[in-house]
């Protein structure tokens, strides 16, 4: 049996249909730039997270870059960002000619720790150096970050909070979806994330009018009311139509797939009740589960025998933010982020789709539990 860590033959099998439907509408009417599906995906997205903007752009990190942009980060700025990351949430920053401050992350979530926030806060503060500006909030593997806490954070001392959900559509905290729980939220559309296009795609969310204005306008070279009336320094960021009219075939179905993977991930916890720390669950949290993460000591010794049983594995991430060769000038070396450098040693994510089926999920499940009680006995 071959199984793949993300399946999206099977995902596209599935709605095949409807994606050929809307693709060929699109070589029908030949609008391929800003094209008519742009406009109804960002409403139809607005709709999905219960509100607001969206701005359907060329790349998640095309939306990060864009949120900075539009609040104005720049030049002697400091923007806080978890250490245990992707690249892209920390490179906007340094594009923009602002400073990233790495955060340590809480062991349980693998989220920003309001806590460290707290204190990085008041070092920048203390040292006079740079302005702190904004917190960009990253939901790691689909789970939502502390909101209410780092909100709390950034009202106390006027920064910008700024949400990374790259991985997290679909998934809400205390009720709110997120798109909804930042003042800007930048997500992506590439394949293997819960909503993937056939190439890059992103949106921006936001609820404030002016912004999304803003958004709009940097999206298209800074635009005014005219094409060539140039208001402000912008990029080319837009989606392209043909995505947009995949994401519009694709959306109608990612409830009923966020809810698949909850399942597979419950069937994960059960197979590996008390062998590993399980990806934390909270009572007013729902993951969009883009990754099943556990946490375990010697991690290469189950990857290996995973691999031999033909289950394949990542490691998301192996190296924090501050300890990669072009960000070490900005963080404190080794030791500096304890808790980020220890989840990169231990993190070990498994097989994680909504159309896996029931025999391989028995399958993985047999195997893992098999593997992680020989540890136990050992
Ligand atoms: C946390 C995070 N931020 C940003 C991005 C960037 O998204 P994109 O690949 O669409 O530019 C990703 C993509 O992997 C991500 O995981």
Same mark, same amino acid.
Request: with cysteine; hydrophobic share 45%; charged share 20%.
């Given at each position: 049996m071959k199984i793949p860590f993300i399946?999206?033959?099977?995902?596209?099998?599935?709605?095949?249909?409807?994606?050929?439907?809307?693709?060929?509408?699109?070589?029908?009417?030949?609008?391929?730039?800003?094209? !008519? @599906?742009?406009? $109804?995906?960002?409403? #139809?997205?607005?709709?999905?997270? /219960?509100?607001?903007?969206?701005?359907? =752009?060329?790349?998640?990190?095309?939306?990060?870059?864009?949120?900075?942009?539009?609040?104005?980060?720049?030049?002697?700025?400091?923007?806080?960002?978890?250490?245990?990351?992707?690249?892209?949430?920390?490179?906007?920053?340094?594009?923009?000619?602002?400073?990233?401050?790495?955060?340590?992350?809480?062991?349980?979530?693998?989220?920003?720790? !309001? @806590?460290?926030? $707290?204190?990085?806060? #008041?070092?920048?503060?203390?040292? /006079?150096?740079?302005?702190?500006?904004? =917190?960009?909030?990253?939901?790691?593997?689909?789970?939502?970050?502390?909101?209410?806490?780092?909100?709390?954070?950034?009202?106390?001392?006027?920064?910008?909070?700024?949400?990374d959900g790259a991985q997290s559509l679909s998934a809400s905290c205390q009720g709110r979806q997120v798109g909804r729980l930042a003042d800007v939220t930048a997500t992506s559309f590439f394949p293997a994330k819960p909503l993937g296009c056939f190439g890059d795609g992103g949106a921006v969310f936001t609820c404030d009018h002016a912004l999304a204005e803003t958004l709009r306008s940097i999206r298209a070279h800074g635009k005014g009311t005219e094409k060539y009336d140039i208001v402000r320094v912008g990029v080319n960021g837009r989606l392209d139509t043909l995505q947009a009219a995949v994401l519009l075939a694709k959306l109608p179905a990612l409830r009923a797939e966020q809810s698949r993977r909850e399942q597979l991930s419950r069937r994960y916890d059960a197979a590996l009740a008390g062998a590993a720390r399980l990806p934390a669950r909270g009572e007013a949290y729902v993951s969009a589960w883009a990754q099943y993460t556990i946490q375990i000591p010697r991690r290469d010794r189950l990857q290996q025998q995973l691999s031999e049983a033909g289950i394949p594995t990542q490691i998301y991430y192996p190296r924090p933010m501050h300890l990669q060769p072009a960000y070490r000038p900005y963080g404190g070396g080794e030791g500096s982020l304890p808790v980020a450098e220890r989840l990169s040693q231990t993190v070990l994510s498994l097989p994680m789709h909504p159309y896996m089926p029931g025999d391989v999920a028995d399958y993985i499940c047999e195997q893992l539990s098999q593997i992680v009680s020989a540890y136990a006995e050992g």
């Open positions: 399946d999206l033959a099977a995902q596209q099998a599935h709605l095949q249909p409807e994606i050929d439907a809307r693709m060929q509408q699109v070589l029908a009417h030949g609008q391929y730039i800003m094209g !008519p @599906e742009v406009g $109804e995906l960002e409403q #139809a997205l607005a709709d999905f997270v /219960g509100g607001g903007f969206v701005i359907g =752009v060329s790349s998640g990190t095309d939306a990060l870059l864009m949120a900075l942009l539009a609040l104005g980060v720049g030049r002697g700025d400091a923007v806080f960002v978890p250490a245990f990351t992707f690249t892209a949430t920390a490179e906007v920053v340094l594009l923009l000619g602002a400073t990233p401050v790495f955060v340590d992350v809480c062991e349980d979530s693998c989220n920003l720790d !309001p @806590e460290d926030l $707290e204190r990085r806060i #008041a070092q920048v503060t203390r040292s /006079g150096a740079l302005r702190p500006k904004a =917190v960009i909030a990253v939901d790691l593997y689909g789970l939502p970050a502390d909101y209410p806490r780092l909100r709390a954070v950034t009202d106390t001392h006027g920064l910008r909070l700024i949400g």
